[in-house]
């Protein structure tokens, strides 16, 4: 069975993007050989990145055209990718489909052969596929800054959902990236 793993990087105060869309300047304070290296070895562990549609039209707009970080770039317009969204018709970013019902199609991509299936960014998406029980793992690397203000990366819930920590990684800029199994129930 494949897993569903959430990444993101996030502000010590929580949030994952500044007070407006695409506010990631906070991400330079973390970004190093360290970091860069993690970033490459998320494209080996993967075979298909989902994103939120607003994620995915921010990251379709930048990757086929990015001069920096090539090798990134290679995985992220090489790797089968998918949108959810219920709005799109069709998705032009290289090897991208939309996903009408992203709980469905991820649950059944979960049962059949595969790598790990990764969440990059897309908090509203994440959360939704949280509160339906398919995320096997939250990744976040914990940027020492506090912003302040921004968008939240985790949403409020009715429940309490517990982690269970597997790994934490300090990076040379004073970043910690942290892996946290998600427990069922």
């Not at 930048?62 to 959810?84: R, S």
């Not at 032009?92 to 199609?105: C, G």
């Amino acid at each position: 069975m494949r897993k569903l793993v959430g990444w993101n990087l996030m502000s010590l105060d929580g949030y994952f993007e500044g007070e407006t869309p695409w506010d990631l300047a906070f991400h330079h304070v973390a970004w190093g050989d360290d970091l860069r290296r993690y970033a490459l070895s998320l494209g080996e562990e993967t075979d298909f990145i989902v994103f939120g549609r607003r994620t995915y039209e921010g990251m379709a707009a930048y990757w086929p055209e990015a001069t920096e970080e090539l090798e990134i770039k290679a995985y992220m317009n090489a790797k089968a990718k998918g949108v959810a969204s219920r709005s799109l018709t069709d998705a032009q970013w290289n090897n991208t489909r939309v996903l009408r019902d992203a709980v469905a199609e991820l649950a059944a991509m979960k049962t059949e052969p595969g790598k790990t299936i990764f969440i990059f960014g897309s908090a509203e998406l994440q959360h939704a596929l949280l509160e339906a029980g398919l995320v096997d793992e939250l990744r976040v690397c914990v940027v020492p800054i506090l912003l302040g203000k921004g968008t939240p990366l985790f949403k409020p819930s009715d429940h309490a959902q517990r982690l269970t920590l597997i790994e934490a990684q300090p990076v040379e800029t004073g970043a910690t990236i942290l892996r946290y199994a998600v427990n069922a129930g």
